[in-house]
């Protein structure tokens, strides 16, 4: 390998001109907004962005090997790279091994787009991920003068880098400290079109012509100094050659993969199985393809869920019965192999455990830990049956898990050991070198209840976590507890809410001295009102119906059509745990405790049932 340097604007131009791609061994682009907007502000401050790694071929090699171009419009919604085909346009090309992160960063802010939801909104439309650019803000600089009169950062404050929509950009005040201060955002792509030696003033003077308002320009010509040093030093940091990469030119894969691992297993970046997938894909025509596909079809089943690369590896690893805790330099050109011949079985294993998921009730938010879901998988995967006892068992197992936290500090330990993990009471343990098979093929979950896991943890719920229990707060835990006590519920045929029975808007301080309650007890109150006592599983129209209603004046009244809200009043109590007192707001407290008792008391006997089951 040998030692090189070119610029930014070199590398974007060979970026954007098709010289340079992705080999298919590199994962896809992670990095989130801010660290991007922290590279730049690194990039001013003329700090070291750190080394790269640079592959040169021939066209007529590179061909032979997959590629894909860099993001030039990253979206959150679909954040794959497109594969490159047909002849490359260059005689040589570049494929980045090491520093694409940072590469794909640098080539977003310059040149490219960013898209990601927006903050509280909900959907998948453009409006809440909508198109931005990197800019700086010019008239907020980390700049001071020192009594020479010479200009110096203050290290204590970023330089304003921000992406933004169009309308952002054109903010040109905000408040500061109760005061309103000019902005001024400047697209810093534009630096791309100076001159390589640019006249500073020029720039600074085709600033001043633009569309700016008298604040803007009063503000600007205040800090000229500032503002001409700021354009100077980011158009300088584009044409100097500060980056510096190693050359390599070898021309088999076999040599670049062992280049890549050597790389990359020694930093934080990438985790061992970011490097299993390279070496699968490395031999796998279109693997990254099939997996990125496969991952947007899981994550699209129900109400969505966040499956990336690591699980999916991971779960490659366990269901092919291989070592999870694996040494990349050590893991076998056959083990590859084997991942790739039981690709089928592993992706019909998955799906049927995530439409599984989705007939709980389960989406990404909900699911704590997608470990748990491995083992699940791995019953599938064996062969294991989908009768409706292996489903409830399943459930029961998930909801168990996911409360008693199991998965946590060492969850590929729990799954597999061979001394105490999940794996051993499933697979039978005489075929250990040669074949897993399972013990029976439905699943085991009372076996599994009161299995010593590691770290000392068991799966079994004892009376004590059941009075914790009663005191979660609306989340994925509150749903879990109620999971259990509203076994029936079918969430593929409609969809349910968390529903508050006393609804939340009533616990205001205001609402409350409405109600003349006495004022010692509202922070009391407040505490109790997101808690699982307080708390129903709802269909999602009853639940819009009922909305911030009283539960007296909604349990008692009629929808929109006439129709009363509960026409069996006897049932509806008796399926949600609704005690037989006065169901006045004023008389929360007392409802509360007695609704819990009612909760409490049949959690019991779902879990005396399963002790009993177990003995």
Not at 97 to 112: A, C, E, K, V
Not at 469 to 475: E, Q, R, S
């Amino acid at each position: 390998m040998s030692y090189h340097s070119k610029s930014i604007s070199e590398i974007v131009d060979d970026i954007e001109f098709e010289r340079a791609f992705l080999p298919a061994i590199q994962r896809k682009f992670v990095w989130p907004r801010h660290k991007i907007e922290y590279l730049f502000d690194s990039l001013m401050r003329n700090f070291p962005i750190g080394s790269f790694l640079f592959w040169e071929l021939k066209k007529e090699k590179a061909k032979e090997y997959v590629f894909y171009s860099f993001l030039k419009d990253y979206d959150a919604r679909s954040p794959y790279n497109i594969r490159k085909e047909g002849s490359f346009r260059h005689e040589e090309i570049i494929g980045v091994l090491d520093g694409q992160q940072r590469l794909s960063s640098l080539f977003l802010g310059f040149q490219g787009t960013h898209r990601e939801r927006t903050k509280y909104k909900k959907g998948l439309s453009d409006d809440v991920f909508p198109k931005s650019k990197m800019y700086l803000n010019l008239l907020s600089l980390p700049y001071l003068e020192n009594d020479k009169g010479e200009i110096e950062e203050d290290s204590d404050v970023d330089f304003e880098f921000r992406f933004l929509t169009e309308v952002q950009s054109k903010e040109n005040e905000r408040s500061n400290n109760g005061h309103k201060e000019a902005v001024y955002w400047f697209r810093v792509g534009e630096v791309l079109d100076f001159n390589k030696e640019p006249d500073i003033d020029h720039e600074y003077d085709k600033l001043l012509k633009k569309e700016l308002t008298d604040k803007q320009k009063d503000s600007i010509n205040a800090n000229k100094r500032f503002v001409r040093t700021a354009l100077a030093r980011l158009h300088k940091r584009t044409v100097d050659p500060i980056i510096n990469y190693f050359k390599v030119t070898k021309d088999d894969l076999d040599d670049i993969l062992k280049i890549f691992i050597r790389v990359n297993s020694g930093g934080t970046i990438l985790s061992k199985t970011d490097l299993l997938f390279s070496t699968i894909i490395a031999t796998w025509e279109d693997g990254r393809d099939q997996i990125e596909i496969f991952l947007k079809d899981l994550n699209l089943k129900g109400d969505g869920f966040w499956f990336n690369n690591d699980f999916l590896m991971r779960s490659c690893l366990v269901l092919s019965d291989l070592p999870v805790l694996f040494k990349v330099n050590s893991f076998k050109s056959k083990n590859v192999q084997l991942v790739k011949d039981n690709w089928e079985k592993i992706k019909d294993a998955l799906t049927k455990t995530v439409d599984l998921l989705v007939s709980f009730g389960f989406s990404g938010s909900l699911l704590t830990s997608q470990n748990s879901v491995i083992i699940i998988a791995y019953h599938f995967m064996k062969g294991g049956n989908s009768s409706e006892e292996t489903k409830e068992g399943i459930r029961k197992y998930l909801l168990y898990a996911l409360l008693k936290n199991v998965y946590g500090g060492q969850g590929d330990q729990v799954i597999t050991s061979f001394r105490n993990g999940l794996r051993k009471t499933i697979v039978d343990e005489k075929t250990r070198k040669k074949t897993y098979q399972l013990k029976q093929t439905s699943f085991p979950f009372t076996q599994l209840l009161n299995l010593k896991l590691p770290a000392n943890k068991i799966l079994k719920i004892t009376s004590e976590d059941v009075e914790e229990y009663m005191n979660y707060k609306k989340g994925a835990n509150s749903f879990f507890i109620l999971s259990l006590l509203y076994p029936n519920i079918k969430f593929t045929q409609v969809h349910f809410h968390q529903d508050h029975i006393h609804p939340n808007t009533r616990f205001s301080d205001a609402k409350l001295r409405d109600e003349g309650i006495d004022e010692a007890k509202w922070m009391h109150w407040q505490s109790l009102k997101d808690t699982i006592p307080n708390l129903q599983l709802m269909e999602g129209t009853e639940n819009a119906s009922k909305n911030a209603a009283h539960f007296i004046e909604w349990f008692n009244g009629t929808d929109g059509k006439g129709k009363k809200n509960v026409s069996d009043t006897d049932k509806f109590c008796a399926d949600n745990f609704i005690p037989i007192v006065d169901f006045e707001f004023s008389n929360f407290e007392i409802f509360y405790e007695k609704r819990k008792e009612l909760m409490t008391s049949q959690l019991n006997k779902v879990l005396n049932l399963k002790a009993e089951l177990v003995e």
